[in-house]
């Protein structure tokens, strides 16, 4: 009711976030019931380091729940430099008392400055100062971006200032929520996550949570038939095109990112890269800047579904890989058969063939 939320819209979120977190329809209740008491669950800190605060505008435009539901009722952010009302002392005041109390989650956006501490301060306290402080009373640490995860543009190359993200930074536990910027789809159910069990989810090596990201975007792209096909757009504005081909061959980064894009898409629900007709440039993945720095480069070669360590490139995907699914599908055959699935006649020595029935003769014939 305080949200002006009705009550189908109300239990729709919840399923929604039920989806998003692998869990069954029946989880719906206690989702609610999380979720209703949000308010009571530990408060939110919000700090910005080195980034170019994306990823807050990104969450800012989440709309179903609206940013000022999730500010207002689902969580409690107690600090947050470009939207909370206090300023100054005031502002510190806040942050201290917080910290001080603990069991708060600490939201981070933006990479920290190693190399050359003083590259970023706030208040005459360093980057490394401030997130050493902010983290140590934490009930989780959650990085939201790939700034604040894996060090993002500032960690490229010849990376100046000694930038990293949180963990390589301070060697915290992190629960990383990547993306140049993030999407706020994806880190609502991550919040909700921890305050439905209260501990931090199933984490990848990368640290991302792994009901969100442990399939890759290849594995649910609208315009994965057409790359199992061989058929790829080579030229923008050409007649592939417009029949919206496969990505691959323009840069599409999609066989290398682990991310629910293809599911969740942005803008509420409206779209996301590889739809729009741009390929994914894996801004998901750890140093995506100097690995896929060529965001329209071809990546070398694909693994293979199915083949574990078999890895393939785009000319030969296509017409080979048609072969060898119907030579599979051969070897299949010829299994089936040895397994007696297939009827056949009995070998030599072992009597002769059932005799016919009139039924079967006129089946025969």
Known sequence: MRMDMNRRDFIRLCGGTAAMLGLSYSWVPEIAQALEQAAKRPPVIWMSFMECTGCLESFAKSVNPSTADIVLDIISLNYQENIMAAAGTQAEADLKKTIGQGGYIAVIEGAIAVGIPEAMMVAGKTS????????????????????????????????????????????????????????????????????????IPDLDSDGRPLFLYEQKIHDNCERRAHFDAG???????????????????????????????????????????????????????????????????????????????????????????????????????????????????????????????????????
């Open 231 to 365: 058929r790829y757009v080579t030229q923008f504005g050409s007649k592939e095109e417009t029949l919206q081909y496969c990505l691959y061959k323009m840069g599409c980064k999609g066989p290398e990112t682990h991310s629910p894009c293809p599911k969740t898409l942005w803008n509420n629900k409206q779209s996301w890269c590889v739809k729009c007709g741009n390929g994914c440039i894996g801004c998901m993945e750890p140093n995506f800047w100097d690995r896929f720095e060529d965001f329209y480069q071809q990546l070398p070669n694909v693994p293979i579904p199915g083949f574990v360590g078999v890895e393939t490139s785009a000319d030969w995907i296509g017409s080979t890989l048609v072969t060898a699914t119907m030579a599979g599908v051969g070897i299949h055959a010829v299994t089936t058969a040895a397994k007696g699935r297939f009827k056949k006649h009995p070998e030599e020595g072992e009597g002769p063939p059932p005799a016919k029935t009139e039924a079967s003769q006129g089946s025969e014939d």
């Open 128 to 199: 490394l100062e401030l997130v050493k402080e902010l983290t140590q009373n934490a009930a989780a640490t959650l990085c939201v971006g790939t700034c604040a995860a894996y060090g993002g543009v500032q960690a490229m190359r010849p990376n100046p200032t000694g930038a990293k993200g949180v963990k390589d930074a301070i060697g915290a536990k992190t629960v990383n929520v990547p993306g140049c910027p993030p999407n706020p789809a994806h880190m609502l159910p991550t919040i909700v996550h921890y305050l439905l069990f209260n501990k």
